[in-house]
């Protein structure tokens, strides 16, 4: 609820501005009252006074979104570096995924891309797609595929038949 001021004031007069009550806008912060809806004037705080003239007056509340980091994490890694982005971004934009720029490597594993969660489950995403932010900072983790290898047995020859002429495993 936005504050209410009941009292009532002469031509002239002066009066406190009230603070924020209980105003909250997701992915923003409250930074004080304007006079005009665009908030291109003055900013008034709680506590500042203001003068009336020969009308009454509105107030509108002035928002500054939240600026919002992105993070990436490796901790299973063999070697290399995760990206660093140290930009900052704010609701419903759209971030671009970083790709593998410090050669991240995992023994017996390939690098497939960045999940969204720690579980690494759902969607991997790789480098240049996008991600729109929500209202928290964003956590992206390494995901990896187990490499696949082969066994094969020539018989170079021989008559007969091994038990399998080839295998794989991870």
Do not use: H, M
Request: avoid cysteine; charge should be neutral; aromatic fraction near 16%.
């Amino acid at each position: 609820l936005a504050p209410s001021e009941g009292s009532v004031y002469q031509t002239n007069g002066s009066f406190i501005v009230l603070g924020n009550s209980d105003l909250n806008k997701p992915g923003y912060t409250f930074s004080g009252w304007n006079l005009n809806a665009a908030n291109t004037g003055p900013t008034y705080q709680a506590g500042d006074s203001y003068s009336l003239a020969n009308a009454g007056v509105s107030f509108y509340a002035k928002w500054i979104a939240t600026p919002y980091y992105v993070s990436y994490y490796a901790a299973d890694k063999t070697s290399g570096a995760v990206p660093v982005d140290s930009a900052s971004y704010t609701i419903s934009t759209s971030i671009n995924i970083r790709g593998n720029s410090g050669n991240l490597q995992r023994t017996g594993y390939t690098f497939a891309g960045w999940a969204d969660n720690a579980q690494r489950t759902g969607r991997i995403y790789l480098s240049g797609d996008t991600y729109t932010v929500q209202t928290n900072d964003l956590s992206f983790y390494a995901a990896w595929t187990a490499r696949t290898y082969s066994i094969t047995y020539d018989l170079n020859g021989a008559s007969g038949s091994p038990s399998k002429l080839s295998d794989s495993y991870t």
